[in-house]
């Protein structure tokens, strides 16, 4: 397990991708993972050698908890426990604006349109929609000047590519600092300058049955952001 910075890529985009990378970090260190692969499954666009040990993701911008598999065993154990959906993940996200409900569900199927995840599946091109579910409760409001933000937790029941990120904004409330979902008019303050998401934990069954949670503090940088803002009543 390692908490992941933001700005570091989970594993290289392709065989030609030389930036800093998780898994680039972790071969170097323990050389033997390269052995440890997804032997069943099959990657989209994407050769499964790129990424050895790796049993989940975190997009680049996110910050937090990242499991990586040792060995074979472990690797094909809790590959399956994702898929089966037995891992519980918890998330933290600072939003653009006020979210009326105190907790909700988001249960909208995400769809890829060019290089980006869209809830928007049907228009002039059908898109292949894969089922996708959210739920969230609300943490607390915050203003700075003019602008309103809510902390949320975010628990996502599935795993698809920049869920989080493409639910929130599809409910009208964008991550803050998002560069692909924050739309025009909602401005990351050169304060925070990064996305204020970050997977603080993660709960589970190991092979050897004993149940296991594991929880991070936020950032630093996150924390202090929070620090500047007004925290208002709800």
Known sequence: MIDKPSGLLTHPVNRTDTSDSVVGWVT??????????????????????????IVHRLDKETSGLL??????????????????????????????????????TIDAPVGKLGTRQTTRIHGKKEL?????????????????????????????????THQIRVHLKSIGHPVVCDPFYGGKNNVCPPELGRLFLHAQKLAFTTPTGKALALEIDLPANLAAFLEILSKIEF
Do not use: C
């Open 28 to 53: 170097q260190k323990y050389p033997k993972i390269k052995e440890v692969q997804d032997k069943h499954g099959k990657a989209v666009g994407q050769w499964v050698d790129l990424r050895p040990g």
């Open 128 to 160: 292949t929609e894969k089922t996708a579910l959210t739920e969230y409760k609300m943490l607390g409001y915050y203003v700075h000047g003019p602008e309103a933000y809510t902390l949320v937790e975010v628990f996502p029941k599935t795993g698809r």
């Open 67 to 104: 499991i990586i598999a040792k060995n074979q065993v472990a690797f094909d154990y809790l590959k399956r426990q994702f898929q089966e959906r037995k891992i519980q993940k918890t998330y933290i996200a600072l939003v653009h604006g006020k979210i009326k409900n105190k907790s909700g």
